[in-house]
């Protein structure tokens, strides 16, 4: 949608929690002072959410820190609605539904400003009898594509920019009229409007300074392109520290909105007269220290250096094939409509927001790739996941790509599509031998079952379409 996110060199703004010589120090001082009596100890599910319990401070510095908790491993095998799903071998009622230990992340600790006297820590997830990290885990997975990034040279650093639809009902309100006509904030369509976001101002401003304070640095909001629809922006970062900074963010936005009387929805789309909400992830590769850019060539053509190139063409060779986990809900390919801002057709262009991948920025540090093709509702570490073994796999086999398309994408007839329903995109993740390659076979097949138990748990539900049409008229 029309708003750009531009990477900056300037080092991040960081929360009073990372100026302590640790985090882990100055939350433990933060603990025994009082001022904090609450810890969230948490890591992110397959949907991407927040998943954990909220621990005393005393508890957390006497126990947790050391020893972490534990949490049901069904947390890695269920779906939205916490249904437990069958068809996983990490866990299903053979096993028992045993624990998982969720060993504390210190850097990953932040104070919560809009929740009283409370910080959270994200955790990683360990097998409760070999203490070997579970590899299903979503963080550890694009742990995994961070590592072999790294193994060849590189730092990935990763931005997104998340859309959201905002409304006047409350959460609780929202769930009583079953989801279905709700007030959007704006009676109209506010994108860049200055004058209707300052009346949206009391919700986004909690949002956006919430977050800065805890330490997600904020680059900007901005009404989008749809009635209530708004983008917060944050600043990009080392793949691993994106995902989490996403998934906090994400969190934080439906909570301080929640504590607003208001609700919001990361929804791809949420009614088919709307447009939909994106996610785009904005990658650049730099070297293993993370000091110097390598997308940037002055003397090449479209200044694109052979490790641009490489990535470029992995992320088309791979778009279908790892398309799933870009839109990995039913309603994420309703978003994919023609002239919608969100994209139909797998091209690359310069600053051509027709088509599925765009190359954008100027200069070594700002020159980078922007993938239009996931939607809010992405899972960040495993859409990060899939944008490093892309990438990585176009630098390694310097795959080219294909020349530049110019013009309407939506339009042309010679292209290669996103796919076009979620049981395209299982198709082509079960056949894809480069996801088993760079995931694992046992990782793949987790991925490719929550695939399959997504797409068969709406073919269990009678929607109001089928009722609207057929009730009567058949």
């Keep these: 949608m029309p708003g750009a996110k531009k990477q900056r060199t300037a080092a991040s703004r960081v929360s009073p929690l990372a100026e302590s010589a640790t985090k882990q120090q100055e939350l433990l001082r933060l ?17 991407g959410r927040l998943m954990g319990k909220r621990v005393t401070g005393h508890f957390f510095a006497r126990h947790v820190l050391e020893h972490g908790i534990d949490a ?83 730092t990935v650093k990763c931005g997104s920019e998340l859309e959201f639809l905002l409304f006047r009902d409350s959460y609780e309100e929202a769930a009583a009229k079953g989801y279905a006509g709700l007030e959007p904030h704006s009676a109209y369509v506010e994108d860049y409007h200055v004058l209707q976001t300052t009346r949206d101002e009391y919700v986004i401003r909690a949002i956006r300074n919430g977050v800065d304070r805890a330490g997600i640095p904020v680059e900007f909001s901005k009404g989008e392109a749809g009635r209530g629809q708004h983008e917060i ?59 110097t850019p390598l997308m940037h060539d002055a003397g090449a053509p479209e200044q694109m250096s052979p490790v641009f190139r490489g990535w470029l063409g992995g992320s088309l060779a791979l778009s279908r094939e790892l398309a799933w986990l870009f839109a990995p809900t039913v309603n994420s390919y309703k978003r994919y409509q023609p002239e919608s801002w969100a994209p139909t057709a797998i091209a690359w262009g310069r600053d051509n927001r027709t088509c599925g991948f765009r190359v954008v920025g100027h200069g070594p540090t700002g020159h980078r790739l922007e993938n239009r093709v996931p939607g809010a509702d992405c899972n960040p570490y495993l859409a990060f996941a899939a944008t490093i073994a892309a990438g990585l796999h176009g630098i390694e086999h310097a795959i080219d790509p294909p020349p530049r398309f110019d013009g309407n994408a939506y339009d042309a007839r010679d292209l290669p599509r996103v796919p076009h329903s979620i049981v395209d995109a299982i198709a082509a993740l079960e056949g894809s031998k480069v996801a088993v390659d760079a995931f694992g076979a046992d990782v793949h097949e987790h991925l490719v079952n929550t695939a399959r138990q997504e797409w068969l748990a709406f073919g269990g539900v009678v929607t109001d379409w089928e009722r609207r049409r057929g009730f009567e008229q058949i």
């Excluded at 603990?31 to 949907?47: E, G, K, M, R």
């Excluded at 990683?124 to 963080?139: H, I, K, N, Q």
């Design 31 to 47: 603990i025994d002072a009082d001022d904090v009596d609450t810890v969230v100890v948490a890591f992110p599910d397959l949907q």
């Design 72 to 154: 049901c491993s069904y947390l890695l095998a269920v779906d939205v609605d916490m249904d437990p799903r069958p068809g996983y071998a990490f866990a299903g009622w053979d096993t028992g539904y045993g624990d998982v230990s969720c060993r504390p992340d210190p850097a990953t600790v932040r104070l919560l400003p809009w929740l009283e006297k409370t910080a959270l820590v994200l955790c990683d997830l360990f097998d409760e009898s070999t203490g070997e990290p579970v590899e299903v885990a979503p963080r550890q997975i694009l742990r995994r594509q961070v590592e072999r990034a790294r193994d060849a040279g590189y």
């Design 233 to 291: 922006n944050l600043e990009f970062a080392e793949a691993l520290e994106m995902a989490d900074r996403h998934a906090v963010y994400k969190n934080a936005a439906k909570e301080i909105a929640g504590l607003h009387g208001r609700s919001l929805t990361f929804m791809a789309k949420y009614g088919m007269d709307a447009p939909g909400s994106s996610c785009h992830i904005h990658s650049s590769v730099w070297d293993a220290g993370g000091e």
